[in-house]
């Protein structure tokens, strides 16, 4: 599921501290059942940055309000600049409040850029390339 409601940024520097847009849950407490949800990240430009020198953090934070009081839910490792290439995922926690966004902090010097939103599916990054099926006729019967 991808829902254009449910993206947090689309294509930021990682140069820079982000804060991204607030998803608005609409519940209290909200509740996915079963169903786990993500942080997905994309990174459209790769960063470069090598080390904890050159690095971003990133964190997920909630607030009950929208606009005061965010605490952080989750956060990331110190990630090298240079790691931020592909896609990476964030399990959402299971209890958070109303309000959600990403946070991002930056040490040194960090290029790329990001996309990321939240949703119940991320990309399976696969090192091989797709095989496909190959069809055969059946032999024809020989009467036997």
């Known amino acids: 599921m991808l829902d ?11 140069a820079s501290a982000i804060t991204s847009n607030t998803l608005d849950l609409v519940q209290d407490k909200p509740d996915t059942g079963t ?4 942080i997905v990240m994309l990174f459209p430009t790769a960063g470069t940055g090598a080390g904890s020198t050159n690095a971003v953090t990133f964190k997920i934070q909630d607030s009950a309000d929208g ?12 990630i090298a600049g240079q790691d931020c290439k592909g896609s990476m995922v964030m399990p959402m926690p299971m209890k958070h409040r109303r309000y959600i966004r990403l946070v991002s902090t930056v040490a040194g010097t960090v290029t790329g ?14 090192d091989y390339k797709m095989q496909g099926y190959e069809w055969t006729e059946p032999e024809p019967d020989s009467g036997d």
């Open 35 to 38: 169903y786990p949800m993500f």
């Open 67 to 78: 606009t005061t009081d965010w605490k952080d839910v989750a956060l990331t490792p110190a």
């Open 4 to 14: 254009l409601k449910l993206v947090l940024c689309e294509n930021k520097s990682l």
């Open 113 to 126: 850029n990001v996309t990321a939103y939240m949703s119940d599916q991320y990309p399976i990054e696969v």
